[in-house]
């Protein structure tokens, strides 16, 4: 009796099986290289997740993007705000960014007239180092501590410090105590700036973000372009003091505004635990560090020689204490304020070094810009104020429109890469500007900065939270970390810049000295005290003012070659785009 056909099928073993029993040599081949490619198609990037549409094989999806947990016990969704709340929210934290912004400005059209109440030129400089150094050395601890304590009151504890800051700079009766305060608002500011940009990653999602940080462009864009408006304008009508009363006035309808429209959910802990979190010596390294390696920059310009002991100890100090910062934190620290594994990303470490140099290239531009103005063109500073309206803007517009391109295209390199090869020969073109205005350069040469600092605000920070790690707190401190590459870098070459244009001005001053008929002043003094010009001859003024445009140009070159090496940095981003909406866990 013959057997079935499913008995015989079923007697024959596995390794007699014919899997392709009609398929030739060359056509297993061909198969073999069909099944590869479906393989690397499956592999899909975050980026562009799998479209349900299109048969790939398989029916298991990639994982979706996910940013790190806060750290301090609560969940990444807990801090998603949707519809009103989100929106008020982010009014509230604009109004406050804008406070910060718009005070790194206003005093810059009053220095005059601050050093001529308290009678203390030498200290001028001060006023604006103070503020600025500061701002920039405690942007990392904020971003740790706001971890430890939650968002929301480490917030208000940063607004309160800066409120205070303002009222002692405004009744001040001396340089010293002015200084004091600016010292106090510089300490508020860095931290209402730093948890500010922490927030703004945490209340939406990774898709949502450009469009969010344009308008963080765009907040400080506008309030470069009003500081020195309002500060002329109470320099010239009322008194410089109301550049300080109108954040006591601000602060006190914004508060009330932040805390009602902000309700996260606390991080868990006892406070005493809290504290003990905390890394004191590592915090102190970072801090001290920094502070004297500013001072020595700030010594040298201002009275001290740069071979005077003072100078060389903060240099050397400042260092090894950098040095023991690194050691410490990176080896040793058990809760460090900047982690190792957010520093050994190379696209995270291109991200900082893109925002500190191409925005210290442009902040200390304008600031020369707004020196070249009043010193050399003799604007007054109301006039000064409108005339650093066009970088203002124009950086407002392109940042909002990049804004809005990244969320279109989902692109952040190649927008990082326009505005970092237009800013070099931007800055450079400035230094086309001679002691006669040209009203047709300043305007255009000032749009063209604009245009490069506005495609600039938002694609490093994305795309460094795109590839900041995942253990929880990550999120929180690259954000903490690219704000304090930002501001440390401003407030450095801020100084350096000053310190360019003082010594450059200081020699030419000295070799055209056997040309001026009248010298009556001191080198110093005319160096500090520039509206002494007025009471030169022409032929004396016109020396001296050449040489201020000289040194001013070499600050302009300094800029350039910082924007070139933001330019370098820009390179080295990441390549990723932004998620889409569907392939970003909420």
């Not at 947990?69 to 705000?81: N, S, V, Y």
């Not at 003799?378 to 517009?397: E, F, K, N, Q």
């Not at 506005?454 to 790690?469: E, R, T, V, Y």
Request: charged share 15%; proline share 4%.
């Amino acid at each position: 009796m013959k057997d079935h056909p499913l008995q015989k099928e079923a007697s024959t073993t596995t390794d007699e099986i014919d899997v392709f029993p009609s398929l030739d040599e060359k056509q297993l081949d061909k198969l073999g290289d069909q099944l590869e490619s479906q393989t690397q198609e499956r592999q899909e990037d975050l980026s562009d997740p799998v479209d349900p549409s299109k048969d790939h094989g398989s029916t298991t999806l990639p994982a979706k993007f996910r940013e790190s947990d806060a750290g301090d016990g609560t969940r990444r969704e807990d801090h998603i705000l949707t519809g009103t709340r989100f929106y008020l929210c982010t009014v509230s934290l604009m109004l406050c960014l804008f406070l910060v912004a718009l005070d790194q400005l206003i005093t810059s059209a009053v220095l005059t007239e601050i050093s001529n109440q308290f009678n203390q030129f030498n200290m001028m400089t001060w006023i604006t180092a103070g503020f600025l150094m500061a701002m920039g050395c405690c942007c990392q601890v904020w971003g740790k501590l706001s971890i430890n304590f939650g968002r929301k009151w480490t917030l208000v504890s940063a607004i309160v410090i800066f409120e205070i800051g303002s009222l002692i700079a405004g009744v001040s009766r001396s340089m010293d105590m002015f200084i004091g305060g600016r010292v106090l608002q510089g300490i508020g500011g860095s931290g209402i700036q730093s948890i500010i940009m922490v927030i703004f990653t945490e209340i939406t999602t990774i898709d949502k973000k450009p469009l969010l940080f344009s308008c963080v462009g765009l907040v400080f864009a506008v309030a470069s372009a009003l500081g020195p408006v309002i500060g002329g304008i109470f320099g010239t009508y009322a008194t410089w003091r109301w550049c300080f009363y109108l954040n006591l006035c601000c602060g006190a309808i914004i508060l009330p505004f932040f805390l009602f429209t902000y309700r996260p959910k606390p991080p868990v802990g006892t406070f005493l635990e809290k504290i003990r979190s905390i890394d004191f010596l590592d915090c102190v390294l970072m801090i001290a560090s920094w502070v004297l390696l500013l001072l020595g920059i700030s010594f040298g310009q201002t009275g001290s020689s740069w071979k005077s002991a003072s100078v060389i100890c903060c240099f050397i100090i400042g260092g090894l204490l950098l040095i023991a910062f690194c050691i410490y934190n990176f080896k040793y620290s058990p809760s460090p304020v900047l982690p190792l594994d957010i520093v050994q990303v190379p696209s995270i470490v291109a991200a900082a070094g893109t925002v500190t140099f191409t925005f210290s290239s442009f902040i200390v531009a304008m600031q020369f810009l707004s020196i070249y103005f009043q010193n050399i063109l003799g604007h007054d500073p109301l006039h000064t104020g409108i005339s650093v309206l066009p970088s203002a803007i124009s950086t407002s517009v392109v940042s909002v429109t990049s804004g809005i391109l990244v969320q279109k295209t989902r692109y952040l390199k190649v927008y990082s890469l326009i505005g970092c090869i237009l800013q070099p020969a931007a800055v450079g073109l400035f230094i086309l500007m001679g002691t006669r205005e040209d009203l047709g350069k300043s305007i255009g040469f000032q749009i063209m900065l604009g245009i490069s600092m506005g495609f600039n605000f938002q694609p490093p920070m994305i795309s460094a939270l795109i590839d900041a790690p995942k253990t929880p707190g990550s999120t929180i401190l690259t954000t903490a970390f690219l704000n304090f590459a930002r501001s440390i870098g401003s407030a450095l070459f801020s100084e350096i810049g000053g310190a360019i244009y003082t010594e450059t001005l200081k020699s030419g001053l000295r070799k055209i000295g056997g040309q001026i008929e009248e010298v009556q002043y001191p080198i110093d003094e005319v160096v500090l005290r520039t509206s002494i010009l007025q009471k030169l001859n022409d032929h004396d003024r016109a020396l001296i003012m050449g040489q201020m445009v000289d040194s001013i140009h070499y600050v302009f070159y300094m800029c350039v070659g910082l924007s070139i090496v933001g330019l370098g940095c820009s390179t080295m981003l990441s390549s990723k785009r932004v998620p889409k909406r569907e392939n970003v866990e909420a």
